[in-house]
């Protein structure tokens, strides 16, 4: 399980991260973009709960995001090997996440998916808990980021990153949590949750279905404590494979970016209103 753990969020323990910024202009798909989403969001908050209108569907929803790792993670290797109780075993307390050839960490992606996402959701009414405040920082421990989550009463959450696999694979997959006792109320209500993540990837992203990781982008994992010891619906996305040179050549676009955070959002919406 420890070799799996790391194909989440690989630990370059490099010295120095790369500070290149690997901006290559790649064309989003129109297809990729094409849903209609004001519309779609619209006519599912009209039969939400009591309180959420057509603009602000997610009013009263508390929404949870753990934006992974770092920016100043791989300054602290001690802290970082901390070994901390993940509810099924021990696990380092944070990793220093994955990065692209060009030195685009994962960190910084993962950070800016969030900030997107909490704009998105905010917009929509919704109050948005975050684990982590900028990525200039270290940690906090994956137990740490877990228990922020779960001490806000999130109504759902989600765990943003973006792979270290192979360099010939691509593609996104959606990690889902496995029964172990704190997170078994919620694993029914996670796997819909993982559903409507996948169904909105790839409805406003051009990233594909991972072709190298779990099947047809979805894995089970017992051990992350980002999803064993979740009491609210939560599932971990790699929105991609940032040592892939399609894949990463795509999600350091900033538009890229937003669309996830818009599929991200679009599926918090279709989760918590039922449509
Ligand atoms: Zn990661």
Same mark, same amino acid.
């Given at each position: 399980?420890?070799?799996?753990?790391?194909?989440?969020?690989?630990?370059?323990?490099?010295?120095?991260?790369?500070?290149?910024?690997?901006?290559?202009?790649?064309?989003?798909?129109?297809?990729?973009?094409? *849903? @209609?989403? $004001? %519309?779609?969001?619209?006519?599912? +908050?009209?039969?939400?709960?009591?309180? !959420?209108?057509?603009?602000?569907?997610?009013?009263?929803?508390?929404?949870?995001?753990?934006?992974?790792?770092?920016?100043?993670?791989?300054?602290?290797?001690?802290?970082?090997?901390?070994?901390?109780?993940?509810?099924?075993?021990?696990?380092?307390?944070?990793?220093? *996440? @994955?990065? $692209? %050839?060009?030195?685009?960490?994962? +960190?910084?992606?993962?950070?800016?998916? !969030?900030?997107?996402?909490?704009?998105?959701?905010?917009?929509?009414?919704?109050?948005?808990?975050?684990?982590?405040?900028?990525?200039?920082?270290?940690?906090?421990?994956?137990?740490?980021?877990?228990?922020?989550?779960?001490?806000?009463?999130?109504?759902?959450?989600?765990?943003?990153?973006?792979?270290?696999?192979?360099?010939?694979?691509?593609?996104?997959?959606?990690?889902?949590?496995?029964?172990?006792?704190?997170?078994?109320?919620?694993?029914?209500?996670?796997?819909?949750?993982?559903?409507?993540?996948?169904?909105?990837?790839?409805?406003?992203?051009?990233?594909?279905?991972?072709?190298?990781?779990?099947?047809?982008?979805?894995?089970?994992?017992?051990?992350?404590?980002?999803?064993?010891?979740?009491?609210?619906?939560?599932?971990?996305?790699?929105?991609?494979?940032?040592?892939?040179?399609?894949?990463?050549?795509?999600?350091?676009?900033?538009?890229?970016?937003?669309?996830?955070?818009?599929?991200?959002?679009?599926?918090?919406?279709?989760?918590?209103?039922?449509?």
């Amino acid at each position: 399980m420890r070799v799996s753990g790391i194909r989440c969020c690989p630990a370059s323990r490099r010295a120095v991260v790369g500070l290149t910024v690997g901006l290559v202009a790649v064309a989003v798909p129109a297809t990729a973009v094409a *849903g @209609t989403a $004001t %519309a779609s969001t619209q006519h599912r +908050a009209g039969a939400s709960h009591a309180g !959420a209108s057509a603009a602000e569907p997610l009013k009263g929803k508390i929404v949870g995001i753990d934006p992974g790792h770092n920016g100043r993670n791989w300054t602290d290797p001690a802290y970082l090997n901390r070994q901390v109780w993940n509810g099924r075993e021990w696990e380092d307390c944070d990793t220093t *996440g @994955t990065e $692209t %050839a060009k030195g685009y960490t994962e +960190a910084r992606f993962n950070w800016n998916v !969030a900030r997107y996402l909490r704009q998105d959701l905010e917009k929509y009414g919704a109050k948005v808990v975050m684990t982590r405040k900028s990525n200039d920082g270290i940690g906090p421990c994956v137990t740490t980021r877990a228990r922020i989550l779960n001490k806000a009463h999130a109504d759902v959450s989600v765990d943003i990153h973006a792979d270290g696999g192979p360099p010939s694979g691509r593609g996104f997959t959606v990690l889902e949590p496995v029964a172990d006792g704190p997170n078994d109320k919620v694993i029914n209500a996670s796997l819909r949750f993982a559903k409507d993540v996948h169904a909105e990837m790839l409805r406003y992203t051009p990233m594909m279905v991972s072709d190298y990781y779990g099947h047809d982008g979805y894995i089970r994992r017992d051990d992350l404590a980002g999803l064993n010891l979740t009491t609210e619906p939560k599932v971990l996305i790699e929105c991609g494979n940032m040592q892939n040179s399609q894949d990463a050549a795509l999600l350091v676009q900033a538009s890229v970016q937003r669309h996830i955070a818009r599929a991200l959002a679009q599926a918090i919406v279709e989760f918590l209103t039922g449509k």
